[in-house]
């Protein structure tokens, strides 16, 4: 099995202090699956008429908003919180059929007909069934009754324009009280001004919730669940904290008070968060480079105890009369500590302890699965980490799983199972197993999945990535930085930006693929734009159209 890449982002701010100019800087890559085109287009948009702006950044083709970068007072950008967002009800039954009840009474569900048209069959409908909390999951098979799932984006107050108020903010404190009224996802949002200030708090609003557990469904009908919205001051806040540093990457930021409003919708392993943090802290002056050379960090810290783990393990005695498993732990021994494109020890590494985790994690769950009769399909929590270090270190024996003879001979086999694996599947030698070659760009055009022979017109290069989980550069093959960018707001001619795929949409276009091989390979880019070298003017509304 392979660990799947948490969705998410990394951002950062230092303060002034911290930079030559006086100026904050904010660092932003968010994490997103990769496609072609690119989901963001990068723009700068100028408006010489008052109010005076000049906004540069990353845009959602087809919305009217830069979405994350500066306005030349203020930069800001995004990660996802990982908060509690969402609640399951369980919806209980009204006295007459396709009624349920609620506080007020019982009401009729809404239902919604969708017909789903299917080529060379029938057309299908699909039912859609709303409470006044949300959507029916038909899915859910939840033994008490059937589940509505409440979520912030299917209330009206989720969604709203006010983003736009960023290209105007003049101060990081405002952008802070703007960030609070914005009706989206709920993220986590950096930013700093020109006078050196640095701030976070959550973008996007956040339900007061009744007297209820939300990490389990609740019964709703007699009152509980959302009573309304929090205000901005009741939405936490750091500014200016006395390092003159922030940064967030999808882990818990906050504690006491302030988690109790956020919750915890599944916090991503604080590895990343961690290696930005002593990164950050290891510099007490910073450039856009500085910044940048954070963003492409693919050192293997998270890996490196599972790494020495694994070689204490292999000793002569474990690899004696196996070849094969003294090749593998060569390969180990010369491995390079990072996300290497051409290291076969670090795709090892990271394969036993995947083996390791799984046997343990089966291992402590087989009473659950013992008490249903049919399959329950049971999820690790990103926060197992910790009790799977505690055990494969202090190895106690009632807690060792089924079937092996002891600690050191699970982890010895897992080794085994692993090395064994890459010889059955493949047929070149061990060393040719690198990392490159499991994490091989696959960054695709819609069309050419359902028209193979357009791949190589339409498709970026299949080429070798650096970078994997728990590490500032978070990359897979179809999924990693959207963007990268690291700027000072008031000095944007100093600032960074790299994107993945072109600015074009066009596959004959010499923008169709611009900028994609610095964002492969780490290497700076401008955040502005240059030279214009094609303008397109727009007339007015009866005009004529020029292009030039």
Known sequence: GDEPLMPGSNNWAVGGALTEDGRAMVANDM??????????????????????????????????????????????????????????????????????????????????????EVEGGEPVEFVVRETEWGPVDESAGYPD?????????????????RILDLETVTTADEALDVANTLGMPPQNFVTGDDAGN?????????????????????DWSEGAGWSGW?????????????????????????????????????YDLAARAKQIRDGLFALDRFTPGDMLALQNDDRAL???????????????????????????????????????????????VRGFRQEVRRRVFDGLMAP???????????LVSNQFEGPLWQLVTTRPTHLLPAGADSWESLLVDAARTNANWFATNFDTPLADRTWGERNTASIRHPLSRAVPALSGLLDMPREPLAGDSHMPRAQGPDFGASE????SPGDEASALMQMPTGQSGHPLSRFYRAGHENWVHGRPQPFLPGTAAYTLKLAPSGGTLHGS
Do not use: C, K, M
């Open 31 to 116: 994490h997103l699956g990769h496609s072609v085109p690119n989901i963001y287009y990068r723009a700068r948009l100028v408006q010489t008429g008052a109010p005076v702006r000049d906004v540069t950044g990353v845009t959602l083709p087809g919305t009217p908003f830069v979405v994350a970068g500066s306005n030349g007072r203020v930069a800001w950008g995004y990660t996802n919180s990982n908060g509690d967002w969402s609640d399951a009800v369980v919806v209980v039954p009204g006295a007459e059929p396709g009624t349920y009840r609620t506080a007020d009474g019982d009401r009729p569900f809404t239902e919604y007909r969708e017909r789903i």
């Open 302 to 348: 998270f890996l490196a105890p599972w790494r020495d783990l694994l070689l204490s393990v292999l000793d002569d005695d474990a690899v004696a009369g196996d070849a094969l498993l003294a090749e593998y732990r060569q390969l180990v021994t010369d491995w390079t500590p990072r996300a290497d494109r051409g290291s076969a020890g670090y795709r090892f």
């Open 368 to 378: 659950v699965h013992a008490a249903y009769e049919t399959p329950v399909d049971l």
């Open 145 to 161: 009754g059937e589940i509505a799932v409440s979520w912030i984006a299917h209330h009206a107050r989720g969604v709203n324009l």
């Open 230 to 266: 929090r205000r901005p001051d009741e939405v936490p806040r750091v500014y200016n904290p006395p390092h003159g540093r922030i940064w967030t990457a999808n882990a818990r930021v906050a504690d006491g008070d302030a988690l109790a409003v956020l919750g915890d919708g599944g």
């Open 484 to 487: 990268r960018f690291s700027v």
């Open 198 to 218: 640095i701030g976070w708090t959550i973008a996007g609003q956040i339900p007061v919730r009744g007297d209820y557990d939300a990490t389990v469904p609740s």
